[in-house]
C-alpha cells in the first residue's frame, strides 16, 4: 500500500497517514484510478479538531477488515474542509439537500466523474440509534454500484442538475438601507433568549457577527436594544464554560442554552471574532469586564495558536488525554473536581475556588467534573488573592497532557486575527499585540502570496500548502491589511490590500456583481461554490464586500464601492429573513448606510498630540470608519502613503484630524473632544 499522505500540510491528513485504508488525496489521479477500475470514490471530509472524525477514524478507518473492504471496492479520497472549503462547500450542499442536515465528518459516495450519489456523516462500527453500521453503509453502497448502475447514474445526474439550479441571483439585488435594517434588528430580537442571551436554542454558537451588526446599529442609531443584546450575550458567553476561564480564549460552542458545556475545541476565527466584538465593546461602553476578556482572549492566541513562523494555528482539539483512564476524552484538559481543587489549592481557597467558579460535588459535566464558571452569585475575590488562584490552578492544568494543535496557517483566519490583534493592540496600548499582527502580515505576504497578489490558502511550518485562495482567503486578509493599516499608518498594508480586492474583481465578481467562493480559473467542480451566508465566520461574500467598502472609503475608488454595493444586494435580501446568517454582511451594511467615515490625521508622527489625534480617532464607534494617519502633504511632497492624506494640512502649525463622510467633510480639528463628537467615540 502507498502512504500517498506522507508529505501533506494538513496536519487532518497526516492523522490519516497511516491508516490501512489506500488514501488518496483529492487528485485528478483518484478519480482517473476509480473509472480505470470501475469503482466507486469515497470521500472523507474532516479536520483535525473535529471530535466525531476522530471517533469514527478509531472504529473505523484504523481496522484491517473495513480497511480492506475498502481498499478493494472503493477509491478512498481524504479532503481536509480547512484546506478545501470549495469542495467541503459543494458536497456539504448535497448532503444537507438530501438529508436535511450535515456535519463533520461528511461521507459521500461519488461517481469516478465526482457526482454524488450516496450521502452520510458520521456512521458506527455496529447499527445503533438508528444508524446502520459503517460495514453495512460500504456493503450497500457496493452491491447497488454492481447490481443497478443505471440507478446509481441517474440519481447522481439528477442531484448534479439540481445542484445546478440553486444558482443564486441576489446580484441584481437594491443597495440595503435602513428600511432593511431596521427589519433585521426586528427579526434577531424575535429569536434572542432574553434570560440566557444569545439567539435560538442547544446547541448554541456565540453570535460573533451579529453581536457585530448590533453594536454598530446601536452606534449608528442610538437603539439601546440592539446594544443590551450585546452587552447580555456578551456577559452570559463571559462568565459561561464556553470561555476559558483560567487561560481565557473560547471553545467552540454550547451544547446546552445556558453558555455551561462548550465543546471543547477552540478555533482560531472564533477567538479573532470574539475578540474583536469584546474589544469593540469596551470601545463602546467602557465595560472592564469587556476589556478583560478581549485582552485574555488575544493573549490566548498569541501563547497557544501563534506558530513559529508568526502565523496563527487553526486550532485546539476538543480531546487530550485523560490523566486517569489514559483515554483520549474531551474535556479532559479543562474539567475539574472538588478534589482536584483541594488538591491543588488547599481546603481554604479550594472551597473559595468552587463557589467562585461553580465547581459542585455533582459536577457541570461528566463524571462529577465541573467546566468552570462565573455564576452572578458567587463569592467577590480580591484581585491578588483571585490572581494567585488562577495562577496556581493554570500551573497545574499545565500538567496535564494538552490538547493536539492543528497548526496549519489558514489565510483567512490569520487575516481575522491580524486585525483583532492590531485594533487590541491599539485600544489597550499593547503595542506587543501590534507587532504580533504586523508579522502575521509579513508571513501572508512572504509565503502565501505569489508574484501576482494570488493568494494560497494553507501554509504548514513555513512551507506553502498546494491549494489555492478562496474568496473568503482575499476578503478577510485584506480586511486584515485595512485593519493593519489604519493601526500602524504603514500604507504599504492598504497597497497589499488594494492587490487583494482588485483580484475579487477580477477572479471571482460574476457580472450582475454576485461573487463565486473560488475564482474564474480555479478547479472546475460539479458545481461553483456560491454562498452569502454567514456562518462560523463571515462568507466570502460578505468578508470581500466589507474589504472593498472600506478600500474604496481610504481611495475614493467608485469601481471599488460600486462592487461593494452591489455585492450587498444580498444583504436587502437576507437581512429581513435570516438575520442570524447574514451578522457579517449587516455589520458592513451598516458601514455603507454610515458612510462610512473617512478620517484623516496629519501631523509628525513623534509628536504625541499626532498619536492622541490617532487613538482618538481609532477608538470612534462610527461604523466601519477608516483612518489614516501620516505626514501632511507639505512636509513629504506626496501626500503620504495614504490618498486620505493628500491636500491635507496641519492647523495652525498643530497636529490636525478630517473627518468626511458622503463627499461631505467636517471642519478640521486639533481637539480631542471635538473629533470624538464626530465619530461618535466614548472615551474611556
Not at 564 to 585: D, K, S, T
Amino acid at each position: 500500500m502507498v502512504n500517498r499522505l506522507a508529505d501533506a500540510t494538513s496536519p487532518y491528513l497526516l492523522q490519516h497517514a497511516e491508516n490501512p485504508v489506500d488514501w488518496w488525496s483529492w487528485v485528478p489521479e483518484a478519480f482517473a484510478e476509480a473509472k480505470r477500475r470501475g469503482v466507486p470514490v469515497l470521500l472523507s471530509v474532516g479536520y483535525s479538531a473535529c471530535h466525531w472524525c476522530h471517533v469514527m477514524a478509531h472504529e473505523s478507518f484504523e481496522g484491517e477488515s473495513t480497511a480492506a473492504f475498502m481498499n478493494e471496492h472503493f477509491v478512498n479520497v481524504k479532503v481536509d474542509r480547512e484546506e478545501r472549503p470549495d469542495i467541503d462547500a459543494v458536497y456539504m450542499e448535497a448532503v444537507q439537500a438530501a438529508t436535511g442536515q450535515g456535519g463533520w465528518p461528511m461521507t459521500v459516495f461519488l461517481t469516478p466523474d465526482a457526482e454524488p450519489f450516496y450521502f452520510g456523516t458520521y456512521f458506527p462500527p455496529e447499527p445503533r440509534h438508528g444508524m446502520p453500521s459503517f460495514m453495512q453503509v460500504l456493503e450497500g453502497v457496493r452491491t447497488a454500484w454492481v447490481g443497478r448502475p443505471e440507478e446509481v447514474a441517474e440519481v447522481a445526474q439528477r442531484i448534479v442538475r439540481d445542484l445546478a439550479g440553486r444558482q443564486l441571483d441576489y446580484g441584481k439585488a437594491g443597495v440595503p438601507g435602513p428600511e432593511e435594517l431596521a427589519g433585521a434588528l426586528l427579526g434577531l430580537t424575535r429569536e434572542y433568549d432574553a434570560v440566557r442571551g444569545g439567539f435560538g436554542g442547544a446547541p448554541k454558537f456565540p453570535p460573533s457577527m451579529v453581536l457585530e451588526f448590533l453594536l454598530r446599529h446601536h452606534a449608528r442609531t442610538g437603539s439601546e436594544g440592539a446594544l443590551q443584546m450585546a452587552v447580555d450575550t456578551c456577559e452570559a458567553m463571559a462568565r459561561g464554560g464556553i470561555y476559558d476561564q483560567l487561560g481565557g480564549g473560547f471553545a467552540r460552542y454550547s451544547v446546552d442554552r445556558e453558555w455551561v458545556v462548550p465543546h471543547f475545541e477552540k478555533m482560531l476565527y472564533d477567538n479573532a471574532l470574539l475578540c474583536r466584538v469584546y474589544a469593540h465593546l469596551w470601545r463602546t461602553t467602557g465595560s472592564d469586564l469587556a476589556r478583560r476578556v478581549a485582552l485574555e482572549t488575544a493573549d490566548f492566541m498569541v501563547r497557544e495558536l501563534r506558530t513559529e513562523q508568526g502565523g496563527f494555528a487553526s486550532a485546539l482539539d476538543a480531546d487530550s488525554e485523560d490523566p486517569v483512564s489514559g483515554k483520549h476524552v474531551e474535556g479532559a484538559y479543562y474539567a475539574w473536581t472538588p478534589e482536584q481543587f483541594a488538591e491543588v489549592l488547599g481546603e481554604a481557597d479550594g472551597a473559595l475556588a468552587q463557589a467562585y467558579f461553580g465547581v459542585t460535588r455533582e459536577g457541570t459535566f461528566e463524571h462529577g467534573s465541573s467546566v468552570l464558571q462565573l455564576p452572578q452569585d458567587g463569592p467577590a475575590l480580591d484581585a491578588e488573592r483571585l490572581a494567585g488562584i488562577k495562577e496556581r490552578l493554570l500551573a497545574a492544568r499545565g500538567l496535564r497532557p494538552a490538547p493536539g494543535r492543528d497548526d496549519k496557517v489558514v489565510a483567512a483566519w490569520n487575516g481575522l486575527a491580524i486585525a483583532a490583534l492590531a485594533e487590541c493592540g491599539a485600544y489597550f496600548e499593547r503595542p506587543d499585540l501590534v507587532e504580533r499582527a504586523t508579522e502575521a502580515a509579513d508571513l501572508l505576504v512572504r509565503v502565501h502570496m505569489d508574484g501576482s497578489a494570488r493568494l494560497a490558502r494553507t501554509s504548514r511550518d513555513g512551507r506553502v500548502g498546494p491549494n489555492a485562495g478562496v474568496l473568503e482567503d482575499y476578503g478577510d486578509v485584506a480586511e486584515g491589511f485595512l485593519a493593519l493599516a489604519s493601526v500602524t499608518g504603514e500604507g504599504v498594508w492598504l497597497e497589499f490590500a488594494g492587490f487583494l480586492v482588485d483580484l475579487v474583481m477580477a477572479r471571482f465578481a460574476a457580472e450582475d456583481g454576485s461573487l463565486y467562493d473560488t475564482a474564474h480559473d480555479a478547479e472546475q467542480l460539479i458545481r461553483r461554490p456560491q454562498d452569502p451566508t454567514d456562518t462560523a465566520a463571515p462568507s466570502g461574500w460578505t468578508a470581500a464586500a466589507g474589504a472593498l467598502l472600506s478600500y474604496a472609503a481610504h481611495t475614493g475608488s467608485e469601481p471599488h464601492r460600486t462592487a461593494a454595493e452591489r455585492a450587498l444586494g444580498v444583504v436587502q435580501a437576507l437581512g429581513p429573513r435570516a438575520p442570524r446568517f447574514i451578522g457579517h454582511g449587516l455589520a458592513v451594511a451598516e458601514a455603507l448606510v454610515d458612510g462610512p467615515r473617512e478620517v484623516a490625521v496629519v501631523g509628525h508622527p513623534d509628536d504625541p498630540a499626532t498619536a492622541a489625534l490617532h487613538r482618538t480617532a481609532l477608538l470612534g464607534t462610527a461604523p466601519g470608519a477608516v483612518v489614516a494617519v501620516g505626514l501632511p502633504r507639505a512636509e513629504d511632497g506626496s501626500g503620504g502613503e495614504f490618498p486620505l492624506l493628500a491636500e491635507r494640512t496641519l492647523v495652525r502649525d498643530l497636529p490636525a484630524a478630517y473627518v468626511c463622510r458622503h463627499f461631505v467633510c467636517a471642519r478640521p480639528t486639533t481637539e480631542l473632544v471635538e473629533l470624538a463628537d464626530q465619530l461618535g467615540a466614548v472615551r474611556p
